[in-house]
């Protein structure tokens, strides 16, 4: 069987909203819960990133943020959606536009490429599977009924942080780069489920091809 990578403008969409991500991230009033989320040591380097290292970091060639992807339970509503749910309803009234352009985006590349969602986000093959066989509209108002979807990658794992907002930051484009590709393979490995096996053998075979498409986003 054959498996197709992310292609460049599905990278260039993950590092936009990775850069948008960061930014809220940081801010001072809005980023606090989130950096919460994180052990204390790595929240403080959160919120001393510059617009240089924002810009360094969002070229990981996966969402550094997770919309609880693999939390069965946050998307059960996918199975039979309310036709009532206004989608103005949820916790934040659907006025969240990065919320709404992160699901929207995982939502049309599982639509067309299952394979690619799990290689940017980590999701599982149902996931992908549960995403595309929704209506966008379906999919936007079940997003906007979950509290708090959009989270910090593996917020409480220090290393893979400490990884990324050390070298994953460098000025020497190699050592940056290959910081980013260790915790991506952190991310396509780290699924406990069975079935998430074949992704990392796919994941392998298609490393160089992955690889030199990332590559083209580092400045």
């Not at 929207?104 to 996931?127: D, E, H, I, K, M």
């Not at 599977?129 to 708090?148: K, N, P, S, W, Y």
């Amino acid at each position: 069987m054959d498996f197709f990578g992310p292609d460049l403008s599905d990278f260039a969409n993950v590092r936009a909203l990775n850069h948008a991500w960061l930014l809220r991230w940081r801010e001072a009033r809005a980023g606090a819960p989130l950096r919460r989320e994180l052990p204390p040591s790595i929240g403080s380097l959160v919120d001393g990133l510059t617009n240089l290292q924002v810009e360094r970091l969002a070229t990981a060639p996966f969402l550094l943020f997770s919309v609880r992807e693999r939390d069965e339970r946050c998307w059960r509503e996918l199975d039979a959606p309310d036709p009532n749910l206004d989608l103005l309803s949820g916790p934040d009234h659907g006025n969240d536009e990065l919320r709404t352009s992160a699901v929207s985006f995982l939502w049309q590349l599982a639509c067309r490429n299952p394979y690619a969602v799990r290689l940017v986000s980590g999701a599982t093959l149902g996931w992908c599977e549960r995403l595309a066989a929704a209506t966008l509209l379906d999919v936007l108002r079940v997003a906007a009924g979950i509290d708090d979807v959009l989270q910090p990658r593996f917020a409480r794992n220090e290393d893979f942080w400490r990884k990324l907002l050390g070298p994953g930051l460098s000025s020497d484009t190699p050592t940056r780069y290959s910081a980013h590709i260790t915790c991506l393979q952190w991310l396509l490995t780290d699924n406990p489920q069975a079935g998430y096996r074949r992704i990392r053998a796919a994941a392998c075979a298609n490393a160089l091809p992955t690889s030199s498409v990332a590559e083209k986003p580092y400045p």
